[in-house]
């Protein structure tokens, strides 16, 4: 019966062939030309063929690409031929109708391909495997070509059978592979899959158990199982052993919360964790229910695709084991980390290049920062730290007002993500800390409306959720806005609403002795007070004093405000100590001015005054002894009855003190000129140019400490000037001491002039001169008490003793001064240089002392 039903099949293809070739030639062919044999084997070859199609079927799929195909090959016209005849082709239905539309199209694009690839010279084999006729017996039945032609043709794989197994070989095959299998194995394989689904969901199966030496799932091996088996079991069970990992992580993380080591950012981890893990779920479900499905000794002989081996299941495990490795490394990570040290940790494992892991990450990574995208929205537009748990970048504290810019908030480097930039952050930290600054210390409320524009130009807005990974771009965005509006609304608000600049400019005028008329004015009302003891002096008095020289100079048309800041302050004294000791001005910076004028900056302030006031001070004292010694009307005649020697004794004695006095005076006006012009007006004008580019407070908090350190390492009153400044305040309690040897011989002068101006009298003048001073005539030592001879002698003594005096205070000035100016030029700081270049002008040190 099966030989006729095959005679019958070849029969139908040679009547095909026949009836195909007689289209192209109207005669009868030939049965036994080689034309018609290759025909009919390249029929029964294409027929034969088992060679599975590597497109889905999809009839419209396979009909488009032909028409394509055509259409590409400039056969536009075959195109829409064929799109016709598709279109009818494919609305029969019903009976008669062809039911596999998909094959018939895809056996015709076949045959095309096929017969395009014979004409290029190709054996048409390589596409169709084929079941070759021998000539002799194309009538009768097929055969396989024999080895010799095979091997012709370059095909050397198996052959497929057309006709059916008559002696049912493959069953009986079957049958004893089998067999060959239960003898192999003692569980099957459906057993072994189900007890690694269960693995893989933490549980322990029948055969397949958690074994705790191992650390982890394994078949038990009294099990008897192929090792290939036991090895592959295991590979899938890795799975379970991440899984119990990842889901005690999660279980121990959420019985812990809310305590601090969890936090927000642990707890959104756990939560995206928990949704892969849910994921994962699903996936076990469908495995588990395509596990009920027997599993096929040979796959080609199942009826349907969907049953579960370990082989399978290896293929099916491959995606979850990258994520659940993955999820793993980042439980074991993040175990001792929290807040934006997790987040940072979890993004550097973002940087990879497959595009599974990518993007598994960046979704996790998401859900994680969550929270710190939410913290960092909340301080940068409202100017909030909500951070229970201690897990933001930026840390808080309590201080007091004028304290909160500097010490209230700060950076916490081991909560700064890796994906946050350390300038970023710092731009974030000062915006928040404006916000806060206008709130506390400003009592402003403007930030609010500079927030909302910031955020609209940023194109986010100022709810919740705004923001989140992966947009870094729209946070710098959206920080940069935020810091550039917020920041000008603050120095608007210091300078206009708090007059910033004004109370600087109040500051250099009196505490850095800037106002002329004020300062000479107050050091000549104040100057007798000063000049008794410090403990004696009444600070009452003194800032009553302080008050007229407002009143007496240009002070009195500033800012009632400015000058209600200007008090006297008496500094701690010892016994001894003198009013010009301990005496200085202070200013009182209220909030939030007191943010730049810390307690330590108006320290340093009252250094610069006390070397101010004394140089002042200094300054006066000559002032004062020139004018003891300009009108002293000293005339010759006065002098005509005294010896010629004790003359030029006098004049000698007033000649050296002139000399000496224009040399102090030299040092003093050069040196005042330089503090005055060199230092304090070029650091004002400096520090003016960077008030009016400052970009925010720290700008103008760094431009004042420039200012005032630039002042204070100018005016000899660093680290590195200290022996400098010794030894200028020895000059000056030199000169000091200059002012009064020159007020002892002028007052001598002063008494000798009148003693001989008396002994000139006539004798009643005398003794009515004498009764007048008879009072003085009795004090030791006085002048008038004596006669002309004695006058002459005390004279003499007194001009030898101040000669004497001067001289040993001029080589005493003459020595400091060189070593002053030899300690000039090795100053590392370039304008003290110059200091020495204004002082030696006419490079008169430097003739007397080369070395300099």
Partial sequence: MEEEDQRKVTDLVIELVRRLLSQQNPQSPNPNSPHFSQ?????????????????????????????????????????LTFADLYTKFASKNGPGSVNNKWAVLYLLKIISEDRKTARKGMDSSILLPNLRLNDDEIGNHVRVLNVKEDREKGWQNGVLLVSKDPENLREISFREFGNLVKEENEVTEE???????????GIDGKY???????????????????RATRIIVRKLCELGWLFRKVKGYISESMD????????????????????????????????????????PLVSGNASSGNYLSLRRLSVWFAEPMVKMRLMAVLVDKCKVLRGGAMAGAIHLHAQHGDPLVHDFMRRLLRRVCSPLFEMVR????????????????IVGQPVKAESLWREGYRMHAGMLPSFISQSLAQRILRTGKSINFLRVCCDDRGWADAATEAAAAAGTTTRRGSLGYGETGALESLVMEAAKRIDKHLLDVIYKRYKFKEHCLAIKRYLLLGQGDFVQYLMDIVGPELSEPANAI?????????????????????????????????????????????FSLEYDARVPLDTVFTESVMTRYLRIFNFLWKLRRVEHALIGAWKTMKPNCITSHAFTKLQRTVKLQLLSTLRRCQVLWDEMNHFVTNLQYYIMFEVLEVSWSNFSNEMEVAKDLDDLLAAHEKYLHSIVEKSLLGERSQTLYKSLFVLFDLILQFRSHADRLYEGIHELQARTVESSLNSRDKTKSRRQTKDKSSEPGSWISEGRKALTQRASEFLQNMGQDLDALATEYKSLLEGFLAQLPVQQHIDLKFLLFRLDFTEFYTRQHPTL
């Fill in 378 to 393: 909340s301080w940068v537009l409202e100017g909030e730290l909500e951070d229970i748990f201690a897990e933001f970048f």
């Fill in 538 to 582: 009444s600070s009452f008095k003194l800032a009553g004093l302080l008050e007229s020289a407002i009143r007496s100079s240009n002070a009195q048309y500033d800012d009632p405000d400015i000058l209600d800041r200007l008090r006297v302050k008496m500094m701690p004294h010892g016994t001894g100590d003198r009013g010009w000791d301990v």
């Fill in 208 to 226: 397949v158990k958690l074994d705790s030496n191992l650390d982890g799932y394994a078949l038990s091996d009294l099990v008897k199982v192929p």
């Fill in 39 to 79: 025909s009919l084997r390249y029929a029964l070859r294409i027929l034969s063929s088992r060679l599975t199609p590597s497109v889905s079927p999809d009839a419209d799929a396979i009909a488009e690409s032909i028409k394509r195909r055509l259409a590409t090959q400039g056969n536009s016209s075959d195109a």
């Fill in 256 to 295: 812990c919360f809310p305590a601090e080591d969890v936090g927000t950012v642990g707890q959104a981890f756990c939560a995206a964790l928990q949704d892969e893990l849910s994921e994962y779920y699903k996936l076990l479900a469908v495995l588990e229910a395509q596990s009920t499905n027997p599993i």
């Fill in 191 to 201: 057993v072994l899959v189900r007890d690694v689904l269960y693995a893989c969901q």
